[in-house]
């Protein structure tokens, strides 16, 4: 990847985890069902469309879950990650590594 590929990439997903953000404490704790199912809707959008960014990039995924993993280690990050309360937490943390990668790109 490209240092453009990555900071389209960056954008792309800060903006994706922004979104997620704005709508993950109403899943949580919406003052009635219809607020919380809509919330939970739009986790589930924003934590899909950041599937589907990362899978587009394979140097992505393995920035992601490690580029000396094995295949079970990188299943085990993946699957944490897809989740709305592990997103919540991996996320700012890809994001960071990401921003380091992108510094390092000359």
Avoid: C, H, Q
Avoid at 22 to 31: A, H, L, S
Avoid at 59 to 69: I, K, P, R, V, Y
Wanted: charged share 35%.
């Amino acid at each position: 990847m490209t240092k453009e590929d990555w900071e389209k990439l960056y954008g792309i997903l800060d903006n994706v985890y922004s979104n997620f953000r704005d709508n993950y404490p109403n899943m949580k704790n919406g003052k009635n069902k219809k607020i919380r199912d809509r919330a939970s809707y739009n986790v589930d959008n924003e934590i899909s469309l950041a599937i589907r960014w990362i899978e587009k990039y394979p140097e992505s995924f393995d920035l992601m879950t490690g580029e000396n993993a094995n295949g079970f280690d990188k299943a085990i990050v993946w699957d944490e990650f897809i989740r709305p309360n592990w997103f919540s937490v991996d996320m700012p943390r890809f994001l960071e590594r990401m921003k380091t990668k992108i510094e390092s790109i000359e």
